[in-house]
């Protein structure tokens, strides 16, 4: 937690020091359809079965998926933008061998601090609540195994050309995915995705 503390406020003095000439000027809203992949897992996730009287260890693996959404930014100073996203996330695990996979299906609410460094290269931090609306698993898991809400931190960068943007980011799980208090799994997420900036 500290770690993430020291690089919150470095991102934060970044945003104070930097400067930038960008086409979306202080002041402006920009509507930002997304859409992108994810490449998502459970922390500690492993599932341990018994065959021919031996141990095997399926580890969990990251699982494909993939998100869309739209996000509306606003440029609250030249070199920040404070944006607010509306995504649909499939996420979950995958693992090796027969365990079978965890789909787990969220509506993510990015707020963003997307802090430009320099030209069109943003730096980007914030919270992120998503809301789970639905599961697919082979690994024998009923609905109300799972937690409906969950809560990380989104950590990355954006690069802007002619009103595209390619961002990755990070999603730092804080909180636990499943209801048992004896399972300590939290969602991983790395993203890529693609957006396209309308100005309002």
Do not use: W
């Not at 693992?95 to 789909?103: N, P, S, Y």
């Not at 499943?178 to 995705?193: A, R, T």
């Amino acid at each position: 937690m500290k770690k993430l503390s020291s690089i919150l406020v470095v991102l934060f003095c970044l945003c104070t020091l930097s400067s930038r000439a960008q086409s979306v000027s202080k002041g402006a809203f920009s509507f930002i359809p997304r859409v992108g992949i994810d490449f998502a897992k459970l922390s500690n996730h492993d599932i341990y079965s018994t065959s021919d009287f031996m141990s095997h260890r399926n580890k969990a693996q990251f699982k494909l998926g993939f998100e869309v959404g739209a996000n509306v930014e606003y440029m609250a100073l030249d070199n920040l933008g404070i944006e607010l996203g509306f995504q649909y996330a499939r996420e979950g695990t995958d693992h090796d061998m027969e365990a079978g996979e965890l789909a787990l299906d969220y509506i993510n609410v990015p707020l963003m601090a997307n802090i430009y460094v320099v030209d069109n290269l943003a730096l980007r931090v914030g919270v992120q609540p998503g809301f789970l609306v639905g599961n697919d698993t082979d690994s024998g898991y009923g609905d109300d195994a799972f937690k409906k809400v969950d809560f990380s931190i989104p950590v990355g960068l954006s690069y802007e050309y002619e009103n595209f943007i390619l961002g990755v980011r990070y999603n730092i799980g804080l909180t636990r995915v499943f209801k048992n208090d004896l399972l300590k799994e939290k969602n991983q997420v790395f993203m890529v995705d693609l957006g396209y900036r309308i100005s309002l």
